[in-house]
């Protein structure tokens, strides 16, 4: 099990490597000078010698080898560099937004695994109108954008019946009923689509486990059903949804962008786009890599956790 883990983090430092001087290069070849986006957005006309010196300061006169080689070198000593824009500390932006987007990663994850095994181990009678129930019902749920979702939803419970906040971000430390309060409906957003593939995956999953050899011979020998179901399908039918839970999770770091702006969740990704729009380089970087390593790290764990579920799943 330890030379899989040593394996797992070797990949996921080669991935990093990858993923960095991919990001790298691709907002090196972006059109449009970050200089003079920085000047132009005070609203002035600035003249050509405040761009270039502007440019100096920034290193963005230095040749590309030389920007990636001062842009690795920040890397490997811990430092993601300064904001473009407002000469922040990267990794202190970072650091406020990641656990806002964390928050609602977790909450989702939570929602999501709960309902999603409750539904699919419910459903697990092919055939039965549990089953035709769930089936339409997650073919629904995987159609329904988080978008639209998270539209509807702010309609509803947000603008018409006011039941909950219709958007904005509140600390747990500052007011923790609020907090929670403000969580609800991204959360339910963003767990529509999540909850039905997993009730798809353990609906399969069980069905599947269901029909083995020892299974049978688990009934044969006595046991109740509920002792079969708990004891050996629902346990062995674990291990994919935990891989789609890690992938889904993974999907999330990142792809909270419209559902963070429709509530105005001050999260990972609205900083993402807010940079992308400024051309603010040094925290677009900063802001895949982390997401990027959160994807990576994810990963290890899974692979961990299965391993010890499934020891068919070892090195």
């Known amino acids: 099990m330890l030379s899989t883990i040593v394996k797992r983090l070797a990949v996921g430092v080669v991935l990093l490597w990858v993923v960095s001087t991919v990001v790298f290069l691709a907002l090196q070849l972006v059109p449009g000078d970050p200089a003079r986006t920085i000047l132009t957005g005070t609203g002035a006309t600035p003249s050509e010698a405040a761009i270039e010196q502007l440019r100096e300061q920034l290193g963005l006169n ?4 030389e920007q990636y080689a001062r842009f690795m070198g920040q890397l490997l000593t811990g430092s993601l560099g300064e904001s473009l824009r407002n000469g922040q500390d990267v990794t202190a932006l970072i650091g406020q937004r990641l656990p806002r987007t964390l928050e609602l990663v977790i909450a989702t994850t939570l929602v999501s695994v709960v309902l999603g095994v409750a539904l699919g181990a419910s459903a697990a009678r092919r055939g039965g109108w549990l089953d035709r129930a769930l089936t339409l019902g997650t073919s629904f749920g995987v159609a329904v954008p988080a978008y639209v979702a998270a539209v509807v939803l702010v309609y509803v419970f947000g603008v018409q019946l006011q039941w909950l906040p219709s958007g904005g971000y509140v600390a747990f430390a500052t007011d923790p009923i609020e907090n929670l309060r ?5 959360t339910i957003a963003l767990s529509i689509g999540f909850t039905a593939i997993v009730a798809r995956m353990t609906r399969t999953s069980v069905l599947s486990v269901g029909e083995q050899d020892w299974v049978r011979t688990g009934r044969a020998v006595g046991l109740t059903q509920r002792q079969v179901f708990s004891r050996h399908v629902l346990r062995n ?19 909270t962008v419209i559902v963070e702006r429709v509530f105005s969740w001050p999260g990972l990704s609205a900083l993402l786009v807010d940079s992308v729009s400024n051309r603010d380089y ?24 299965y391993g010890f579920l499934d020891p068919r799943g070892r090195d």
């Open 237 to 255: 039918s674990l291990t994919p949804v935990l891989s789609v839970t890690g992938l889904q999770m993974g999907a999330l770091l990142g792809g």
């Open 282 to 305: 040094p925290v677009v970087q900063g802001v895949v890599l982390v997401i990027a390593a959160l994807f990576v790290l994810l990963n290890i764990v899974v692979d961990i956790v």
């Open 182 to 186: 403000s969580l609800i409906l991204p």
């Open 62 to 65: 230095l040749p590309m080898w």
